[in-house]
């Protein structure tokens, strides 16, 4: 098993442009979840998904869209990219029970905005 | 809502020394509590979780937290760090939604 994957690991925009992050798993996972880091911040959730066909927001969610098609698939999409989006981008997919379930990481993309 | 604070945003122990990370959190309900640890240029990994029964945990790589409801705190100790621990470990709280991280601690281990 993949576990869960992030594509692509780095990138870099200029201000105004438009990009699509995929995160995928491979563990049949009902849970997916979008988080960004940021120094001295933590992580925090900008979107989540608890199945194919439903988003919801987290705590940062303006500026980002996200689609789940396909249960395997959760994808992060910025429409016009902003120097304050520059941050590092987590996945993360969880058991099909509840919220305690332990939530499974993809390596992270690394986003910087110019 | 629910909440985390982790105390020291840097902690450096010696190699062999007691580690303690130190996590206080919020919560209206019977919180579940979880910390994660990251290592360099890697995603998040979980090392201990409480949902309900024992207050003590035991987690991965001989970690270890206690859940005291009366302190509303979850801190995370080791006896003995190695070098191997030097990571940034992040403490967690959910009321049955979305985790709430905490800003993180990243703990240096000094040879």
């Known amino acids: 098993n993949a576990g869960v994957t992030q594509t692509p690991k780095f990138r870099v925009l200029k201000t105004g442009q438009s990009m699509t992050l995929l995160c995928a798993q491979d563990?049949?996972?009902?849970?997916m979840y979008w988080y960004r880091q940021d120094p001295g911040m933590g992580l925090r959730l900008i979107h989540y998904s608890v199945g194919e066909g439903t988003t919801a927001k987290g705590e940062v969610p303006d500026g980002y869209n996200v689609s789940r098609l396909k249960k395997q698939n959760f994808l992060l999409g910025l429409e016009s990219a902003a120097p304050s989006q520059t941050s590092v981008y987590f996945c993360a997919s969880s058991n099909p029970t509840d919220y305690t379930d332990t939530q499974y990481f993809g390596p992270g993309t690394r986003l910087t905005v110019l | 809502a629910q909440s985390v604070t982790q105390l020291g945003s840097h902690v450096s122990v010696s190699e062999g020394a007691l580690v303690l990370l130190r996590c206080n959190y919020s919560s209206s309900v019977p919180p579940y509590l979880f910390w994660y640890v990251q290592y360099p240029n890697q995603g998040l990994q979980l090392l201990l979780k409480y949902t309900t029964g024992a207050t003590l945990v035991k987690g991965i790589n001989g970690f270890e937290a206690e859940f005291k409801k009366s302190e509303t705190s979850f801190h995370l100790t080791k006896p003995s760090a190695h070098m191997s621990d030097a990571a940034e470990y992040f403490c967690a709280v959910s009321e049955d939604t979305p985790l709430v991280f905490g800003k993180g601690t990243r703990l240096s281990v000094i040879a």
């Open positions: 563990m049949n996972h009902e849970y």
